[in-house]
């Protein structure tokens, strides 16, 4: 486990404590509030870099770019070079600033892993109406056990977190555009390098975070924060494989409703399996569903502690494994990506530790996750199984997007630390970059339109 900073552990023990035994969050004081877009970002960040210098302070970047056909970039660090390598030799120099799964890969693999680090750059921007709502959100919006928020409109709903499940909350409805069309390949890497490409389609409208609508919704249980399609394009076995997603807050009736198309059946049927630690159609058990976009669905099934903050080496301004011209065989090497390609930066980030509760099933007894300070990404898990042994290890690579200020992460890898595999999901490199301009209507999202859809 890295070390947590103690001046963090200060600023949140004493909510972390206050929340153990209470059902509910609630926003933080005025007087809190009252830091954001001062010594505080507009979304939680602390402003300021590192005493030591090496975490620089924020400085946000423009807009610039096209909604349609521009793959993310920044060319003012495009020529920069490491300043060091972590390597298996000098591990011991900076293990209290990696993740449990890094120091697993560089011990697994001395003679091939490494992480090159570069310079830290804190660009990440988002939107006027984002910042502006998400100041208003640290006093308005609450949480009712870790499931059910209220309370929040437009913008990231706990910029201050209280409690472990809020910046998990943070990351799910993040700002990410108001609709979007993108690629997300996927591909299953053997112990060897080669591996097998699935070609997915998605298509997204989102309710919550929405700055085309005139009146923003509020963040609450039944109702949807965004609607999700995916098609399969290829392999040919599993072509023409759609899967539907309401998404709303809540569990139960009240979360997440999803359906699925195969072509097999030739039928849309409700498939309630959309959820937690069932596999995702067509990984081949390589990725749950609650694994997709690092973390994704209920939060029922674990308590959520806020462990504080801590400076890390992790994937940011990742553009050259993320973009062309590497490709899909770029990326793929035995045992681990092509360790030529990852960018890390030291950053702060937030850390979570999710335990499994002895009542409610779950792969996993203990997941320990960090949250990029400045956007509210996951951009790496550590999976523990019931033996307390590392299991999996999940990497997000993180992309700034200046032409609508969002930020996301591609590539995403999960390391099977049992099987020697790994999966490489929300690749686009060989495709089209993402689409902003699609259009997109709440019918796009119906049963009803996807059988039509697929059955032409």
């Not at 990231?156 to 555009?177: C, L, M, S």
């Not at 994937?315 to 973009?323: D, E, F, G, L, V």
């Amino acid at each position: 486990m890295t070390m947590i900073h103690k001046y963090t552990v200060a600023c949140v023990a004493g909510a972390v404590l206050a929340a153990a035994g209470m059902p509910a969050s609630a926003g933080v004081s005025a007087e809190e509030a009252a830091k954001l877009g001062k010594e505080l970002t507009p979304v939680g960040a602390v402003r300021a870099g590192n005493e030591a210098g090496t975490i620089p302070e924020w400085t946000p970047a423009e807009q610039a770019g096209e909604l349609k056909g521009w793959f993310p970039q920044d060319p003012s660090i495009a020529d920069e070079k490491p300043m060091f390598t972590i390597t298996a030799a000098n591990l011991s120099e900076h293990a209290n600033k990696l993740s449990d799964g890094h120091k697993e890969l560089l011990r697994r693999f001395p003679d091939s892993y490494k992480m090159m680090v570069y310079p830290s750059h804190r660009k990440v921007n988002f939107p006027d109406e984002i910042k502006e709502a998400t100041i208003k959100n640290a006093t308005r919006a609450s949480l009712e056990g870790v499931d059910n928020p209220k309370g929040a409109y437009l913008g990231f709903p706990f910029p201050i977190p209280q409690t472990g499940a809020e910046p998990v909350w943070n990351h799910r409805v993040k700002w990410r555009g108001n609709v979007i069309r993108r690629f997300n390949n996927q591909m299953i890497v053997q112990q060897d390098g080669s591996f097998g490409l699935t070609k997915i389609v998605e298509d997204v409208l989102f309710y919550y975070a929405n700055t085309d609508m005139d009146s923003p919704p509020e963040l609450k249980p039944g109702t949807d924060f965004l609607r999700y399609l995916s098609e399969t394009l290829s392999p040919p076995r599993i072509a023409g494989t759609y899967i539907l997603v309401h998404e709303k807050a809540g569990f139960g009736t009240e979360g997440r409703s999803a359906w699925l198309y195969a072509p097999a059946l030739k039928r849309i049927r409700r498939a309630p399996a959309v959820c937690c630690d069932n596999p995702y159609e067509g990984t081949d058990g390589h990725q749950f569903y609650d694994q997709v976009d690092m973390y994704n669905g209920v939060l029922e099934r674990f308590t959520w502690k806020l462990k504080g903050k801590a400076e890390m080496y992790v994937p940011y301004n990742s553009y050259k494994i993320a973009t062309p011209p590497t490709t899909y065989d770029d990326i793929a090497s035995p045992n681990h990506v092509n360790p030529e390609l990852p960018r890390y930066e030291l950053h702060r980030v937030w850390v979570v530790e999710a335990n499994n509760k002895e009542d409610q099933r779950h792969t996993f007894s203990k997941r320990v996750m960090y949250f990029d300070e400045d956007s509210w990404n996951l951009v790496a898990i550590d999976n523990y199984d019931h033996e307390g042994k590392l299991t999996q290890f999940q990497e997000g690579h993180l992309v700034p997007y200046f032409n609508n200020l969002s930020v996301t992460t591609h590539v995403e890898t999960i390391y099977h630390l049992n099987s020697g595999r790994y999966f490489v999901t929300a690749m686009i490199n060989e495709d089209e970059p993402y689409d902003g301009t699609v259009r997109l209507t709440d019918n796009t999202f119906e049963p009803r339109t996807i059988q039509r859809k697929a059955s032409k």
